[in-house]
């Protein structure tokens, strides 16, 4: 079965860091794409990031420059490096077989991100 477990989120204060990960199995990890969601309270779920199987990465204009995403395929987790963060990043995050964008195996349970001001 598909399983993304996503994990890392937590309290941080406004211009601090925080670091995502993703573990993946049930896939091959090394042939597939993978993204990165957001859902802030109140709104719609949002796209962050995506890295290719080549190791191509996109951003929403919203976390450009400020957000890396990377992958290890070693040890099938995609990872999420948020720096400079501020409270309109408050969301629940998370991770993204866009493959199976369609699928609840898709998707990891969430992980919640937290800036204070």
């Known amino acids: 079965q598909v399983q993304l477990v996503d994990f890392g989120g937590g309290l941080v204060q406004a211009g601090g860091s925080l670091r995502l990960s993703c573990a993946a199995s049930g896939i091959i990890f090394s042939i597939n794409h993978m993204a990165w969601y957001r859902q802030a309270p109140g709104k719609q779920r949002e796209w962050v990031a995506t890295?290719?199987?080549?190791?191509?990465?996109n951003y929403a204009d919203s976390v450009k420059g400020r957000f890396t995403i990377s992958r290890d395929n070693a040890k099938n987790t995609v990872y999420l490096q948020m720096n400079s963060l501020k409270p309109e990043d408050t969301a629940v995050y998370y991770c993204?077989?866009?493959?199976?964008?369609?699928?609840?195996?898709?998707w990891g349970q969430g992980t919640q991100v937290t800036v204070s001001s």
């Open positions: 890295i290719t199987t080549g190791g191509s990465t």
């Open positions: 993204n077989v866009p493959v199976l964008a369609t699928m609840r195996g898709g």
